[in-house]
């Protein structure tokens, strides 16, 4: 499949970054939907309910992260494959995927044999909260399997183009999810295990959806396990650009220990804004990041085909909707934040607290809008080092530091940490992008469209 019969190589570059991009973001925002319904079904149940799912998110990141992480790295090397027309190192990368995730599912089994209450037990000694923990982020570790399957699927598919299959998936898994949460949890009584068990049979069937997308005969790839092939290098390539990009996932858990941490000692009213603070977020941000998704392939395919002219196109206008998307967001959080926490909580302290927070935190949406893009135009080209240190940077090199010293001057100065870390991090990677285009777009040979 090579860029004259690849639609990757030869469409217009707008008319292209929409279609591939759209479905990746609407798919993006229903996830980010279904997260804060979710939420509000396992409040219901009681407080020390929502407490032990809360305590089980960062094992749920872990989990993501690695499916994330590997499908990115799959993701890379199928675009770059198929652009320089090997379609058989393409159809290698996928099915060690599928083998990874199966390994990094044991990991979660592991997990839940040995590790799983002694986890909760590191945070509370609450019995009640320990137990509905364990019962839940057991079932969670399990069924994690399907979440593997189905995120290393999406990615594969987007690495082809394909944005419409990966759409389905999230919108099966998240649809079924919310579907059977009440149901489970209130009509058969199944309190908070039927929320997990909500959440691993939606999981299933997004993974049904994305290995159909695989394996049937209308795919792209030509997969055949019984003919697969262990090969070191190719593990080391999907890596290259995987293994950063799980740490980069893993990041967020990490930061809002450390940051909870900071701003406990201030107030527990605190603790619950950020809370509602990363839910609210998810909406400005999960468009953009389905953005990257769109772009990813685009780049990472006529970096294949060495067409640094699509390359530089791609990267415009991608900074150009970013920048246009969370410029929207920055706006809604600017005037309406008193509307959005009290989506929340009727708290007038709380939503006093919330007003302040989302709009100073809200000044870093701007300058994120083309670090966002930056950290995706390295792993288009196989840079995942670069976007890992972008990452570390954005998330705890500088924004931790910072937090921590601006902590001595009152709560609402930690929150001006965001704005001031995203704005330094972006220096730095502008830095780097002018680094990547030098030794690795310039020197390529423009194919013509």
């Known amino acids: 499949m090579h860029a004259k019969n690849n639609k990757m190589g030869y469409e217009p570059m707008l008319p292209l970054i929409i279609k591939m991009s759209l479905p990746a973001m609407l798919s993006m ?43 990115v790295g799959v993701n890379s090397f199928v675009a770059r494959s198929l652009g320089a027309g090997r379609k058989k190192d393409a159809d290698s990368a996928v099915m060690h995927g599928v083998v990874l995730a199966i390994i990094s599912w044991l990991i979660f089994i592991v997990f839940r044999l040995f590790f799983v209450q002694k986890f909760f037990t590191l945070f509370t000694s609450d019995a009640e909260v320990i137990a509905m923990g364990t019962s839940y982020l057991s079932i969670v570790s399990v069924g994690a399997i ?37 149901i489970f949890i209130f009509v058969f009584g199944w309190g908070i295990e039927g929320a997990a068990i909500a959440t691993v049979i939606g999981q299933f069937f997004g993974a049904m959806v994305t290995l159909y997308g695989l394996f049937s005969k209308k795919s792209v790839f030509d997969l055949n396990i019984k003919g697969f092939t262990w090969d070191n290098s190719t593990v080391k390539k999907i890596y290259e650009v995987g293994f950063p990009s799980i740490l980069m996932q893993s990041l967020g858990a990490f930061l809002t220990i450390f940051l909870n941490g900071i701003i406990i000692q201030f107030s527990e009213v605190a603790v619950s804004v950020l809370g509602v ?12 990041f389905g953005l990257g998704q769109g772009i990813l392939p685009i780049i ?13 196109e791609a990267y415009r206008y991608g900074v150009l909707i970013s920048l246009l998307l969370l410029s929207v967001g920055f706006v809604i959080f600017q005037v309406f934040p008193a509307q959005l926490m009290g989506i929340f909580s009727h708290d007038e302290a709380m939503i006093r607290m919330g007003v302040i927070t989302l709009r100073l935190i809200s000044l870093y949406f701007i300058p994120a809008s083309l670090g966002i893009v930056n950290s995706t135009f390295f792993q288009s080209l196989g840079l995942g080092n670069y976007s890992l240190i972008v990452s570390f940077l954005r998330q705890m090199g500088i924004l931790l530091p910072i937090a921590y010293l601006m902590s001595n001057f009152g709560l609402h100065f930690v929150w001006l940490a965001y704005p001031i870390a995203e704005t330094l991090t972006l220096l730095i990677s502008t830095k780097l992008r002018r680094k990547a285009i030098r030794e690795y777009v310039d020197p390529l040979e423009t194919v013509p469209n």
Not at 56 to 67: T, V
Not at 159 to 179: D, E, F, Y
Not at 277 to 288: A, D, G, Q, R
């Open 29 to 71: 925002f229903i996830q980010s939907l279904y997260n804060v319904v979710d939420s509000y079904f396992v409040a219901q149940i009681s407080e020390p309910a929502l407490r032990a799912t809360s305590l089980s998110f960062p094992i749920q990141i872990l989990i993501i992260a690695i499916a994330v992480g590997t499908g």
């Open 146 to 182: 399907f979440t593997l399957l189905q995120i290393l699927g999406e990615k594969a598919l987007q690495g082809t183009g394909n944005m419409m299959i990966p759409m389905t998936s999230q919108l099966v898994g998240a649809i079924t999810n919310i579907i059977l949460d009440p």
């Open 277 to 288: 603070y990363f839910k609210l977020e998810s909406f400005v941000m999960m468009p953009v």
């Open 300 to 312: 990472g395919f006529n970096y294949g085909a060495k067409n640094s002219d699509r390359i530089h």
